[in-house]
C-alpha cells in the first residue's frame, strides 16, 4: 500500500528551464509535506516543507504546491542548474500524531542538463 | 545547524557477527530519531522510531531482536544489526528531529553495510 507515489521515476530538463516534481498521495489524514534531495550514497537533505493549511510555500528557487483536494504535491524548480540533478522525494506525515513518522515516495531521478 | 552524524560510513563484515551504527546530533537535541533502510534505487523505508529514554517503535516486520535501536541520550542513538547476514546488506540512514512530531527531520550521511 503506497501512500505516497511518486509516478515518474526520472526527468531530464535542459539547465535554465523549470523542473517540476510531482507527488501524488492517498491519506487525506496527511497535513505535513516534504521534499528531500537526495545523492548516491548520502543521507537525505531538506529542501521545503508545507503545511496542509497553505497551498504554496516559496524558497529561493524551489516552490511547493499542494492541491489538497487532488491529494497532489509538486516541487517546482527554477531556473533548473546542473548541481539540482539529485533524487528528490517528497514525503508526508501526519504532523501530530504517529510520533512525527514519515512516509516517503520513490523518488524522482532528475537530470540538468548543461 | 541541524546537522547529524553517523558513524561508520561504510562497514564490511562477516556473516554473523554484529555491527553498531550510530546517529548524532550535532548542534540539538533530538528527542525523537528515526532508522530508515534503503535499498538499491528504492525508498526509505521506516525501521523505527527512538525516543530518548524509551523503547523504540518499531514497523511492522521490522525484527526487533534483529536490530537493537537505544537512544541513551539526546543526541545519540545507536542501532545494532546482531548476527548480521548478507540479507542484511543495504544502506542505513538514521534521522532526528526536535520534537516528537511536527518538525522535520534533519538526515545522517547513511552507513553501508556489506554483509559476506
Known amino acids: 500500500d503506497q501512500q505516497v507515489k511518486q509516478n515518474s521515476p526520472s526527468l531530464s530538463v535542459q539547465e535554465g528551464r523549470i523542473s517540476i516534481l510531482n507527488c501524488d498521495y492517498t491519506?487525506?489524514?496527511?497535513?505535513?509535506f516534504l521534499w528531500y534531495k537526495k545523492y548516491p550514497a548520502e543521507g537525505p537533505t531538506f529542501l521545503i516543507s508545507?503545511?496542509?493549511?497553505?497551498d504554496k510555500n516559496e524558497d529561493g528557487r524551489f516552490t511547493v504546491f499542494l492541491n489538497k483536494s487532488a491529494k497532489h504535491l509538486s516541487l517546482h524548480i527554477v531556473p533548473s542548474q546542473p548541481g539540482d540533478s539529485a533524487v528528490y522525494f517528497c514525503?508526508?506525515?501526519?504532523?501530530?500524531?504517529?510520533?512525527?513518522?514519515?512516509?516517503f515516495g520513490q523518488g524522482t531521478e532528475l537530470s540538468v542538463k548543461p | 545547524g541541524a546537522v547529524v552524524s553517523q558513524h561508520p560510513s561504510r562497514v564490511i563484515c562477516k556473516s554473523g557477527t554484529s555491527v553498531k551504527i550510530e546517529c548524532r546530533s550535532l548542534?540539538?537535541?533530538?528527542?525523537?530519531m528515526f532508522w530508515y533502510r534503503q535499498f538499491p534505487k528504492k525508498s526509505l523505508m521506516l525501521m523505527a522510531t527512538?525516543?530518548?529514554?524509551?523503547?523504540?517503535?518499531?514497523e511492522q516486520g521490522v525484527e526487533k531482536d534483529k536490530f537493537l535501536i537505544n537512544h541513551a541520550s539526546l543526541t545519540l542513538s545507536t542501532l545494532t544489526v546482531t548476527s548480521a547476514h548478507p540479507e542484511d546488506s543495504s544502506f542505513y540512514i538514521c534521522?532526528?528531529?526536535?520534537?516528537?512530531?511536527?518538525?522535520?527531520?534533519?538526515f545522517g550521511p547513511g552507513t553501508r553495510l556489506l554483509v559476506l
Open positions: 527512538s525516543n530518548e529514554g524509551s523503547k523504540a517503535t518499531y
Open positions: 534521522s532526528a528531529s526536535t520534537g516528537g512530531s511536527g518538525e522535520t527531520q534533519y
Open positions: 491519506n487525506s489524514m496527511f497535513d505535513y
Open positions: 508545507i503545511s496542509s493549511i497553505k
Open positions: 514525503a508526508a506525515s501526519v504532523r501530530y500524531n504517529q510520533g512525527g513518522k514519515l512516509i
Open positions: 548542534d540539538f537535541q533530538a528527542t525523537t
